[in-house]
């Protein structure tokens, strides 16, 4: 995957889907390229945003959904 093809996967994905990357991808996977350089800062930057525009609750609701892997 390219870093392009990363930060079009990020603009696409709905908060759930990225903190559940962010919290359950194992060190070292293919899932990589999303949390270095540019692409991090990126998805860091979009997924506060996506989480501001949830509802009061639904955060954590999602969180809760995740959970931990």
Do not use: C
Not at 7 to 29: F, V
Not at 60 to 66: F, H, L, M, W
């Amino acid at each position: 995957m390219t870093p392009e093809d990363a930060i079009q996967w990020i603009d696409n994905a709905s908060y759930e889907e990225l903190l559940d990357k962010w919290r359950n991808s194992p060190t070292g996977d293919g899932n990589s390229i999303f949390f270095q350089g540019k692409v991090s800062e990126h998805y860091i930057t979009v997924m506060k945003h996506k989480k501001s525009l949830l509802k009061p609750g639904e955060a954590v609701a999602i969180s809760k959904k995740i959970g931990w892997k």
